[in-house]
């Protein structure tokens, strides 16, 4: 079973399997070894083919070098409301073992096999399965980025900047089947602090940079809202990344500057967050080095409550809501006002040396999204 953290808690197949399409396919893609600009390409070159081969109209842009996939099926109805399945092909680094996939116990093991290869190779399954039916209750694209992994700027960004939007989005990141409703915003700074130097037996006579650094630190790290919690975050993400100050140890340090990683709750504005930390820190440089938006959807969304209702059917399992600390690019469609949610495959270990998907959770995975592209009740929105 899938436990509401979304830790697998048992196998997820129910007998061994050496091959399907899904399992031929997500062995092709990870062979790709997806990591630099020329390999990502040549993988969509791929992707770009196959999906025209399956019978899809596919347009290939490009982006900074990068080349960016959106498929649509033939029998495309405008009037439909409109569904984005969004997957990266682009993978982490890693020894050349990794990209060597293996079946081993019903797992499929290899880099990207559950972040997030199984899942795009799942999604260009369903799409060609879409290909023989008529009786669509989405108009339905496959959009497949670059660049997730290095932030998603120049895919799913570049996208919803050129109105490549829709009413309902999954992004096939790995959550072991439950939807992930909600996604911590991120703010991103460099605080840098001056002082005057002095030599270290006569610290008076200098202002220690490092010192006044931490006092700030503190400051900042003790403000109310940075304090608080929701249901779907017990925790709060706030992180000194980096920190450099000082040049020899006989010297007072006259300078130092700090890095700040924070995660923000969904209904929090990283903005008014930003601004708040500028007004309460006096005598600090601070520069802003990325700020993100969060993801919020209702949990009364019909899309999501109808996923999670096929889900529930075809797993046989009790799923979950949950929300992720760390980014997707379901962001880049909330800040257009889209619902976009994370649902994928059950899996374990993304961009470690043993990262595996259930091959059984691809079957099952393919079935939910037809079941929800073919069955949802499209009176109901």
């Given at each position: ?133 008529d009786n669509l209750k989405y108009n339905v694209s496959l ?239």
């Open positions: 079973m899938v436990s509401k953290s979304g830790e697998v808690k048992q196998l997820d197949y129910c007998k061994p399997m050496e091959s399907s399409k899904e399992i031929e396919l997500t062995k092709t893609l990870i062979k790709y070894k997806a990591v630099k600009p020329n390999e990502i390409n040549s993988c969509m070159d791929f992707c770009s083919a196959w999906l025209q081969e399956h019978g899809m109209n596919v347009e290939v842009l490009e982006n900074e070098g990068l080349k960016i996939i959106v498929a649509n099926l033939p029998n495309k109805n405008k009037s439909l409301p409109k569904v984005i399945l969004n997957g990266h092909i682009d993978v982490v680094p890693g020894g050349e073992g990794v990209f060597q996939p293996r079946i081993e116990d019903g797992k499929l093991y290899g880099r990207g096999s559950y972040d997030m290869l199984g899942a795009v190779a799942t999604m260009m399954l369903v799409m060609s399965d879409l290909t023989k039916r959009v497949l980025v670059p660049d997730e992994e290095k932030g998603g700027e120049n895919g799913s960004k570049f996208l919803v900047e050129n109105g490549y939007l829709a009413d309902f989005v999954i992004c096939g990141e790995p959550t072991n089947y439950n939807i992930s409703i909600q996604a911590k915003g991120v703010l991103q700074l460099k605080i840098t602090v001056k002082g005057r130097s002095a030599h270290a037996s006569r610290p008076w006579q200098g202002d220690n940079a490092i010192e006044k650094a931490m006092e700030v630190y503190r400051k900042i790290k003790n403000l109310p809202c940075f304090q608080e919690t929701n249901t779907f975050f017990p925790k709060e993400s706030f992180n000194l990344s980096t920190i450099i100050g000082g040049g020899v140890i006989n010297q007072v340090p006259d300078v130092c500057s700090f890095d700040l990683d924070i995660r923000l709750l969904p209904e929090q504005n990283p903005e008014e967050i930003y601004n708040l930390i500028k007004s309460e820190v006096q005598g600090a440089e601070i520069t802003l080095l990325k700020m993100g938006v969060p993801v919020l959807v209702d949990e009364d969304n019909i899309f999501v409550n109808q996923l999670k209702t096929i889900a529930n059917k075809v797993t046989k399992k009790d799923i979950h809501f949950i929300g992720q600390y760390g980014t997707a690019d379901t962001r880049f469609y909330s800040e257009y006002g889209v619902s976009a949610v994370e649902f994928g495959p059950a899996g374990a270990g993304h961009h470690g040396p043993d990262e595996f998907v259930y091959v059984q959770s691809l079957i099952n995975y393919r079935k939910i999204l037809n079941d929800f592209l073919l069955h949802s009740r499209r009176e109901t929105l």
